[in-house]
């Protein structure tokens, strides 16, 4: 059997084959240095062609099935996998950026969480998956699941079990240098209640729907999620039409937000800027186009709240 057919066995999404196939690649031509005179297999290997027109897809959790879910994570695996799954949900943190976190990170005055690095594979990395480095605010009931792992820390600490400065722990004290444990668990709680199969990455596109549905700033949320103003439109804005008045009074009780003035209107604006951003550019459309980025500067350079 050759290289290629093993790679063509190989099923998987278009951006992880082509991640393979990259790194496969690379370890071959490293390989084949010495052996200049071999013919390099891995040189008939072709990566499968991304198309601009396949959309990400987000697919959030209605808040009460990730209450459902958090509930029966803690009764499955306990407090340190029920903190690091609650927590995803409130920040939308990308897996790697949330198991890198240190205790330093936490500005305890401030509620904010120092986002500027990442694990992959167990390899820590100097910086974000996009390179960009972020204050992110928490909400209210995220500042109580990390009080409540603080205080999960200091007792493992006591018992002798954690003598690192790593934020988010395992059972037993030890730093998570993968996400494929904490994935499994999260699958196996999920698979036995009544909630459709989504995969863990679906708390964070959760944590972007629920801000946006609540009328948070569109540029706020594309900063704290560490997206591009437009993907974040283009993929999300959907997610603000059609929200009702229960949804969005669940989802403050949720997070924690009382009375803080938030409000339904910036949807509509959301939706407004995402059909012009969205639609194919065009001689018609080029001035109210290029007056949409000028607001959407303008904002970047102010607070957005």
Avoid at 25 to 54: C, D, V
Avoid at 135 to 143: G, H, M, T, Y
Avoid at 264 to 292: H, K, Q, T
């Amino acid at each position: 059997m050759t290289l290629a057919r093993v790679a063509d066995a190989y099923r998987c999404s278009r951006k992880r084959f082509n991640n393979a196939i990259s790194v496969l690649r690379r370890a071959f031509e490293f390989g084949y240095r010495n052996h200049p005179h071999h013919i390099n297999p891995a040189g008939g290997l072709r990566g499968g062609r991304m198309s601009r027109k396949e959309p990400i897809r987000p697919d959030p959790f209605r808040i009460e099935e990730a209450e459902q879910l958090i509930v029966a994570i803690r009764a499955d695996w306990r407090e340190a996998q029920a903190n690091y799954d609650e927590f995803r949900f409130l920040t939308g943190l990308r897996p790697s950026e949330q198991i890198a976190l240190r205790i330093s990170d936490f500005d305890a005055t401030r509620g904010t969480l120092r986002v500027d690095k990442a694990r992959v594979a167990g390899v820590d990395r100097a910086t974000t998956k996009t390179g960009v480095h972020r204050a992110f605010e928490l909400c209210p009931r995220a500042l109580a699941v990390l009080r409540r792992q603080l205080k999960l820390r200091e007792r493992l600490r006591h018992e002798g079990r954690l003598d690192h400065d790593h934020l988010i722990v395992g059972d037993h004290g030890s730093p998570l240098r993968s996400i494929h444990e904490a994935s499994a668990r999260w699958a196996k709680t999920l698979g036995r209640l009544p909630i459709r199969p989504r995969r863990p990455y679906c708390a964070r596109h959760s944590s972007v729907s629920w801000n946006l549905m609540l009328g948070k700033n569109p540029l706020w949320v594309a900063r704290q999620h560490g997206h591009s103003v437009r993907t974040m439109l283009e993929v999300y804005a959907a997610w603000a039409d059609g929200a009702v008045e229960s949804d969005l009074a669940a989802i403050r009780r949720s997070m924690g937000y009382i009375g803080d003035g938030i409000t339904n209107d910036r949807p509509r604006l959301l939706r407004w800027l995402a059909g012009w951003l969205i639609r194919e550019p065009g001689p018609a459309s080029a001035v109210s186009r290029f007056s949409v980025w000028h607001w959407i500067w303008h904002q970047e350079r102010g607070a957005c709240t």
